[in-house]
Each structure stands twice: as C-alpha cells, then as structure tokens.
C-alpha cells in the first residue's frame, strides 16, 4: 500500500512534468526555467526511489 507521501510526490512529479511539456512546447522556451523544473523533478524522482 503506498502512503499519502509517495502518492503526493507522485502527483508532484507528473504535474512538474506538465509544466515541463508545456514550457517545451512554447514558441520560445525559457531555459532557465526548463532547468529548473527538471532539477525539481529530479530531486523528487530520487526521494521515491529512496522509499
């Protein structure tokens, strides 16, 4: 049974993922803020596979 941390972080990764897409997908990308976002992703995809 999953706990309600690892299903929150699991919601968190797809909605920065979302955000991720979309920042991709626009005419002009903001770097910065696609870099972010990924450093974000990854610092939560690494707190599940601790658990």
């Not at 797809?14 to 979309?22: F, R, S, V, Y």
């Not at 910065?32 to 707190?47: G, N, P, S, V, Y």
Request: glycine share 2%; aromatic share 0%.
């Amino acid at each position: 049974m999953e706990s309600s941390h690892i299903s929150a972080l699991k919601t968190k990764h797809a909605g920065i993922e979302a955000q991720l897409h979309d920042e991709l997908n626009r005419p002009e990308p903001d770097a910065a803020i696609i870099q972010t976002l990924k450093k974000k992703k990854l610092r939560i995809k690494e707190e599940l596979s601790a658990q």
